[in-house]
């Protein structure tokens, strides 16, 4: 290398460092001037609101009055010291492991993030540290987007500058959302574990920190399984960053997570539902995130008038229903009340102003304005001349055929034919307008057929409706009152509809608009001219009908349009009308739609409740004068008779006259009818009209059939398992629970290559015949077109499924029907049925089906039928020796693919019946009893062998509804249910027992000796434990005997012998006699109660078992829990002299001759020892209470009954729930049934056991005793 190379290296080596240095100073200018606006952003945030916590999200109605709130925060704030250090390692273990070592981001959580998110283009990753989620928090916007994870970032900055890193744990633990609206440590701790959050265990803490990522997926009530493995994880995390030690661990992991019963949200109710899915909506919130707290949320509901709306519901429901109003209703009917659904719209803007959805919003959240879709009778029928108007060139004054029609008769695609007066001499003809005013079924039904009903659902769709069913012609296409309101809305609205909302808008908690509502224009379905004059008419209907007593009667103020309707036997009645400024729509209805009885009462339902509610809030929003007559339609006098124009409307129209309001083209097509009519040999309007139909649709052919070859996708021999029977279960005097039936289905076999040579003919002579199925049947048909083709191609040997499980009534009329001579049949299927429906549900269980039918192209073990496995109870516990022998069928096909033989190789086999120890009788008398509890359950048990005689849960289930398949949507409604239908409260439900726990304090006092039924105790009104006193006030009295104190329920007297007795005596009494400890009871999921002794008080609240533990205890409060199978159990042995038997409840197992297979033998657990003299005190002291005491509601005649009241309180004490109970047995003298009642109370209810769980025991033993017990299915079914 030369000297002149040499140079020039290095100049060049120096313009590359130079141009390096540049830019790196260029890349450095540009990421700070990218970065500053959000650098600035970030410190625009007060860190003042770190500490201010917003409770709950609040929602107003239109006039800023709070209509509800939602996840309501009982948030208590705790300090430093009162955090666990193990509950601030589990969040550092789970949420943010580097916490302490990096300054608010951690880069490698970024980086990775980043990667993801770059890989996925889309920000689903934040790698947010514990101090970003605080920042984002502060922020109060939650969407995830680059620019707002750049402002948190420096956000985080910025605390982790001002904060140290325990006050930022501190606020984060203060501030995070644990689920089920618990914010903060605190909350969360209380309110899934009932106690502090300083008193949480290992177990616990890690189980809280673990969930935080997605409360809803882990819940620790919903999914306590993946929970549970959420908290396994965070334990293994902890012990591999050294927080915790392998034992403390391996202790944690084998403890299981127990929660306590969930308290219900406050300020629930049908428009709050509503307004809680569409705020999710709108701030476009995924199934995992919950709505951030501190909203506020601006609605459209008026209060005023929602609550005038639920008064009108609740008088005039108790006026159609005046049994229920008294409290007195026939057996089963409380089951299924009469309803309404109100819905009051703005006609303007759509604005939800009413929605009342059914009776009672915490008895029934199903909202029968939006999610029944019923029958609804003429009130489509404004909407179906509209579409005529347009469509078809009718008009008002358009005569149509109203004579008779079958219905039943006609097909789908037929064209009835309006009629033509002049051609069908005889028949009654309607003016439009008359047709709509008479409500005239068949009228209606010619011109939907001419329509076409495809048409029809088109522009239901088309309107934003839900596709409808393709419902019998001139009948109502099924809606809901949501989408028939709207749609009268859209009436009065020229024309144009609104999508109802509830939200106008949306602020967070830094005042910043996240949703401000826009009122548009809406969707045009309709020519205003044409909404404009069916508005006329209705107004000019309603006047002249149900409008003088909508005025004089409930003083509705405004001019109205409406339509009332009647489904098919009065089963729904509706009344939909409007004023120039409300749109409202009224439903009436049962659940289960039956006839509205008496049919007075069902035609004058909807239009009184309608005219009550309007004439209470219309004059809130009254517009003066009438409906503004459009421009461009002129006011006409016709003869109803004919339809000819007699001239311009005037004042009032003459005799048999009528005003209509016509377009000018309208005018003269009638004044070309006129002069046609007077032509003879002329078709009239009505043989053009269909000339211009024909053209307009044309025709449509199909392709000449051509045979095809042997499909390759159908094999020659195809052989299905037949899934095994399932044996029965009865009770113990042989009434049957759950049982096989055979069912018959509607098939349809496919046609022969000879009638439909290819896919497409095939299909559609199918599909000619499924619309008659369909009219048959009168219901829709769950067949799609991806089925059917999928069976053509792969499964054309087996028929088409049409419809399952055919009624009695349908299987006898099939023969003489249509549907014979076009190729259908019926098809036996055995299928699992539980007769009694709800009776002793949750024992028997339910069933899952583990294997449908397939459609698609044939694999070995594919089923002929549908497979199932016991899903819970019984059917559960016992499904391998109730599932019987499978069998298997071979079918042959031709070269074609369809049936040539069918074998069956082995019959499928029933299994063994399981005879249980219930007696139908006494299981009558216990639902019977127990029909007037909400929340609640009875047992009864025979005292000489500890066999289950009755046991009865409510709320309760019906298990034919999981056959064939439980939807998903049905399961969800089960598991969100606030009265948990799923769970029996028999043995799956603790609760403190109260006063009948004062059997085992005497119980426990005979044992130490200290029991002396003379000796009296003085009651001052008050009892003092060291530095605590009881306020008894009731308990002022001279001295009291222990016949005295048990019957009367004496606290003193059993907080004295109590204390005498002693800690340790009253402890091990009560394991004794079966507390605290599973029975044994056979079907999994017992819980155990609880009764505390040192040990666990030292554990659960960090200190010893003092008296006031024992005093509390003595009278089953404090932390003693029970269920009624344990109360029951206890009772049965006090009444044998001490015997403690295992609850019996399966008797045997039988083969299918009826021959025992096994026995289950009645189990003794303990023998303990007792006075028999002492037993009998005790005994007469329980008499005493039912004869004289708090127990008097359970006597029964001619038969002595020894009982115990008792009252409990759960909850918190600003807002306890009460649960009465009542145990016992009878006879006295003689002892042969044992019992325990328990109804759980509401929180705004005042229960007592000598009031509301006395009763039930009356009345239950009152059946049993007096031999007139209703039967199973009259009570239950």
Not at 96 to 112: C, I, P, Q, T
Request: glycine residues 8%.
């Amino acid at each position: 290398m030369n000297i002149h190379d040499l140079h020039f290296t290095r100049s060049a080596g120096r313009m590359l460092l130079a141009g390096m240095v540049l830019a790196t100073l260029t890349v450095i200018l540009a990421l700070v001037f990218f970065l500053k606006p959000y650098y600035l952003r970030a410190q625009a945030y007060d860190l003042n609101k770190l500490s201010d916590y917003k409770v709950a999200s609040i929602f107003y109605d239109r006039k800023a009055a709070e209509i509800g709130r939602l996840f309501v925060e009982d948030r208590v704030l705790l300090k430093h010291d009162e955090i666990p250090e193990t509950m601030r390692q589990a969040v550092v273990a789970m949420e943010d492991r580097r916490f302490y070592s990096h300054w608010g981001v951690d880069l490698k959580g970024v980086a990775r993030a980043f990667y993801h998110n770059l890989r996925h283009w889309r920000c689903s990753q934040g790698g947010s540290t514990v101090t970003q989620q605080i920042a984002k928090h502060l922020i109060g916007r939650f969407e995830r987007t680059f620019d707002r994870k750049l402002v948190e970032a420096f956000l985080a900055l910025r605390i982790e500058y001002h904060y140290s890193k325990t006050e930022i744990l501190d606020l984060y633990l203060n501030r995070i959302y644990f689920g089920k609206g618990y914010f903060g440590l605190e909350a969360a701790a209380t309110g899934y574990f009932g106690k502090h959050a300083r008193d949480l265990s290992v177990s616990e803490c890690a189980a809280l920190a673990a969930i935080i990522k997605a409360p809803n997926t882990y819940s620790l009530r919903k999914n306590i399984e993946a929970a549970t493995k959420r908290r396994d994880y965070a334990l293994m995390l902890m012990m591999e960053q050294g927080m915790l030690a392998p034992e403390v661990v391996g202790k944690a992991l084998a403890s299981p997570l127990r929660t306590i019963p969930e308290v219900p949200v406050r300020g629930q109710g049908y428009f709050m539902a509503l307004a809680i899915k569409e705020l999710r909506q709108l701030l476009d919130l995924g199934e995992e995130e919950d709505i951030p707290q501190g909203l506020t949320v601006q609605t459209t509901l008026d209060v005023g008038m929602q609550r005038a709306a639920e008064s009108v519901a609740r008088q005039q429901l108790n006026k159609l229903n005046p049994n229920r109003a008294s409290g007195a209703s026939p057996l089963g009917a409380e089951a299924d009340e009469l309803q309404t659904a109100i819905l009051a719209l703005e006609m303007q803007t759509g604005a939800v102003r009413v929605l009342v959805g059914g009776r009672d919003f915490d008895k029934s959240p199903f909202d029968r304005a939006r999610m029944a879709r019923r029958e609804n009778g003429a009130v489509l029928q404004p909407l179906i001349y509209s579409l005529a108007y347009e469509r078809l060139h009718l008009s008002p004054v358009s005569l149509i055929n109203a004579s008779y029609l079958d219905e039943t008769a006609v097909k789908r695609d037929d064209k009835l034919g309006l009629g033509d007066p002049a051609r069908d001499l005889g028949k009654p003809f309607l003016m439009i307008q008359d047709a709509l005013a008479l409500g005239n079924v068949s009228a209606a039904a010619r011109v939907k057929t001419e329509l076409g009903l495809d048409l029809v659902d088109q522009w239901l769709e088309g309107a934003g409706i839900a596709r409808s069913s393709r419902d019998r012609p001139g009948l109502s296409t099924d809606l809901t009152l949501y989408e028939l309101t709207s749609l009268y809305q859209m009436l009065g609205n020229a024309g144009s509809r609104i999508e109802p909302y509830c939200i106008e808008s949306v602020r967070n908690h830094n005042d910043e608009t996240l949703y401000q509502s826009k009122r548009g224009e809406g969707k045009a379905l309709l020519d205003p001219l044409t909404a404009g004059q069916m508005t006329l008419s209705l107004e000019s209907i309603t006047r002249d009908g149900v409008g003088a007593r909508l005025s004089s009667e409930f003083g509705v103020p405004a001019p109205v349009a409406g339509m009332n309707g009647f489904s098919s036997g009065y089963r729904d009645a509706w009344y939909v009308g409007f004023t120039p400024t409300l749109a409202c729509g009224v439903w009436v209805g049962y659940d289960k739609s039956r006839p509205i009885e008496p049919r007075a009462a069902a035609v004058s339902s909807a239009v009184s409740i309608w005219g009550d509610v309007m004439g209470k809030i219309s004059e809130k929003s009254a517009a003066p004068g009438g409906f503004p007559v459009p421009k461009g339609l002129g006011k006409v006098e016709v003869d109803r008779n004919t339809g000819e124009i007699q001239g311009q409307g005037f004042m009032t129209p003459g005799p048999g006259h009528a005003f209509v309001y016509l377009r000018p083209e309208q005018i003269t097509v009638a004044q070309k009818r006129e002069a046609a009519q007077q032509e003879p040999g002329s078709q009239g309007w009505t043989g053009w009209l269909s000339t211009l139909v024909s053209s307009a649709t044309g025709t449509n052919s199909s392709p000449a059939p051509n045979r095809q070859d042997a499909p390759r996708d159908i094999p020659p021999l195809v052989t299905y398992r037949m899934p095994a029977l399932r044996g029965d279960i009865v009770t113990g005097d042989g009434k049957v629970l759950a049982t096989n039936t055979q069912s018959q289905d509607l098939v349809l076999p496919w046609p022969s290559i000879e009638t439909a040579g290819n896919e497409e003919a095939a299909l559609n002579w199918i599909h000619n015949r499924l619309g008659l199925a369909k009219e048959w049947l009168k219901r829709d048909l769950e067949v799609s077109e991806e089925e059917l083709r999928s069976l053509y191609r792969f499964q054309r040997f087996h028929p088409v499924v049409v419809a399952q499980n055919l009624t009695a009534t349908e299987v006898s009329d099939f023969p003489k029907s249509v549907l014979v001579q076009n190729g259908f049949a019926l098809q036996g299927v055995p299928r699992r049925v539980y007769p009694e429906g709800t009776v002793l549900a949750h024992a028997v269980g339910y069933l899952q089906r583990s294997q449908a039918r397939n459609s698609k192209a044939y694999m070995a073990g594919d089923v002929i039928y549908a497979d199932y496995r016991g899903g819970a109870g019984l059917e559960g516990y016992f499904d391998s020796e109730l599932r019987g022998q499978e069998g298997e069928l071979t079918i042959e096909t031709t070269p074609e693919g369809f049936t040539r033989k069918a074998i069956v190789v082995s019959p499928a086999v029933k299994g063994n019946t399981l005879r249980l120890t219930i007696d139908s009788r006494i299981q009558s008398a216990a639902e019977y009893a127990l029909k007037e509890v909400k929340s609640g359950a009875a047992i009864v048990m025979d005292v000489h062998n500890g066999d289950i005689l009755a046991m009865a849960s409510r709320p309760s289930f019906n298990p034919n509804e999981f056959l064939p398949f439980l939807t998903s949507e049905k399961w969800q409604n089960f598991n969100q249910d606030p009265g948990k239908p799923l769970v029996d409260r028999v043995y799956r439900q603790y609760n403190p027992p109260g006063s009948i726990f004062k059997v085992v304090t005497t119980l426990a006092a005979m044992r130490a000796g200290v029991f002396d039924p003379a000796q009296t105790v003085r009651c001052p009104g008050y009892f003092d434990v060291g530095e605590m006193r009881y306020e008894l006030p009731r308990e002022v009295s001279s001295p009291v005997s222990f016949r005295t104190a048990i019957s009367r329920s004496y606290n003193t007297y059993f907080f004295t012998i109590g204390l005498k007795a002693g800690r340790d005596a009253l402890v091990e009494a009560a394991r004794d006699w079966g507390i605290g400890q599973p029975t044994g009871f056979i079907l999994p999921g017992e819980l155990s109660g609880v009764m505390p002794d040192d040990a666990y008080v030292r554990k659960t609240h960090n200190r010893v078992m003092g008296p006031g533990d024992v005093t509390n205890a003595s009278i089953g409060q404090g932390d003693v829990l029970v269920t009624p199978i344990q109360m029951a159990s206890l009772m049965s042995a006090v009444a044998n002299g001490g015997t403690l038997y295992r609850p019996h409840l399966v008797r045997q197992l039988e083969d299918r001759s009826g021959k025992p297979t096994k026995l289950f033998q009645p189990e003794i657990i303990r023998k303990i020892p007792i006075d028999p003299e002492q037993l009998k005190i005790l005994t007469n002291g329980l008499v005493a209470a039912t004869e004289e005491g708090t127990a008097q509601a359970a006597r029964v005649a001619g038969v002595r009954v020894a009982s115990k009241t008792g009252t409990a309180q759960v909850g918190a004490k600003s807002r306890p729930r009460q649960i009465a109970w009542l145990v016992g047995f009878l006879p006295a003298n003689a002892p042969q049934y044992a019992f325990a009642v328990m109804v759980e109370g509401d929180w705004s209810e005042d229960l007592h056991g000598g009031e509301d769980a006395a009763p039930v025991a009356g009345r239950l033993f009152g059946q049993v005793y007096a031999g007139a017990a209703s039967t199973l299915t009259q009570t239950n079914r």
